[in-house]
């Protein structure tokens, strides 16, 4: 039978969150002892435990159909092998959230990144930076480092880096200052789908599917709460990303009671804004599946 074979990375801020993720479409492994390949037991899906930046290249290369990356790789790895249509994103998985940032020393003047025509960029992802940067019509020359590019404009390598930045701070650690944001990334589930076995197919839209279900969990809640009949059409407005909810009598009362699943983050403000309209014993509740 058939076997799809996902890579995640082996150890880094992307592997709990990919494992994670593939545990909630339902799989489950048996560790093998060198922790290098893992079976699946309840789903004919295996993973392969490896560094990230190998991860497109398995892919193009055929060792695996499916792979958990971050955009910033698999676009590097794409640009640098001009093989866009081979590598496709199935499906963006809401963590592993970073931006590929321009950065220029503190203490030097600069306004934008249109200054930075002619000089030199240390970065770690060439091809994306040069491509960023000439869409903008920029020219510069790039500095090629595998790690600690934050270093380089000190000990006058280059002039600017181009950088994965979350919070900022090893930027200011380092005196860098944050010019421009060339690229937004995230961990997405790429896969090499064109040339697989209909038998595959099968296996891997049954696993989407699954995704797309614990994706939306993810993002949902279920609301219930008591409210006077008058005020449906206003409270189910007031619902983030409803629009029929169901509706139930209360017995002996003039009030009812709605139930919805709101398809978008339910805040404290919603709440309020729901309490104002006349709602009460308002419930939140974490949804753990859902199939369309
Ligand atoms: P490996 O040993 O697998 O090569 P690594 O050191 O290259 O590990 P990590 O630092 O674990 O990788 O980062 C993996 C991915 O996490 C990055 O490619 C990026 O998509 C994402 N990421 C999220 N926030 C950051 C950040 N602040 N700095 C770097 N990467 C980040
Ligand atoms: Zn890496």
Partial sequence: MSRL???IQK??????KSLDVLKRCGLSFARSKDKLFWYG????????????????????????????????????????RESESQLNCLRKLGFGHCRL????????????????EGTRIATSYP??????????????SIVELSGSVEIAPGLGTADAISDLVSTGTTLR??????????????AALYGRVNDISDEKKVLLDRLLAR????????????????????????????????????VMPLEGSDRIAIHAVCGEAVFWEHLEALKAAGASAILVLPVEKMLA
């Fill in 5 to 7: 074979r996902v890579a």
């Fill in 11 to 16: 150890s880094g801020r992307l592997s709990e």
């Fill in 41 to 80: 037991r309840d789903f004919p899906v295996d993973v392969l435990l490896v560094r990230d930046d190998d991860i497109p290249r398995m892919l193009l290369d055929g060792v695996c159909e499916l792979g958990i990356v971050g955009e910033n790789i698999a676009r590097e790895v794409m640009l640098e």
């Fill in 101 to 116: 940032s321009i950065a220029v020393p503190e203490n030097r003047d600069i306004a934008g990144i249109e200054a930075l």
């Fill in 127 to 140: 091809a994306l930076t040069r491509n960023l940067m000439m869409q903008q019509g920029i020219s510069t």
């Fill in 173 to 186: 650690a380092n005196h860098l200052r944050e010019l421009d944001v060339l690229f937004e990334s995230q």
């Fill in 211 to 246: 995704l797309e279900g614990v994706m939306q969990a993810a993002e949902s809640k279920y609301v219930m709460l008591h409210a006077p009949r008058e005020a449906l059409e206003k409270i189910t407005e007031l619902l983030p990303g409803v629009e029929h909810p169901s």
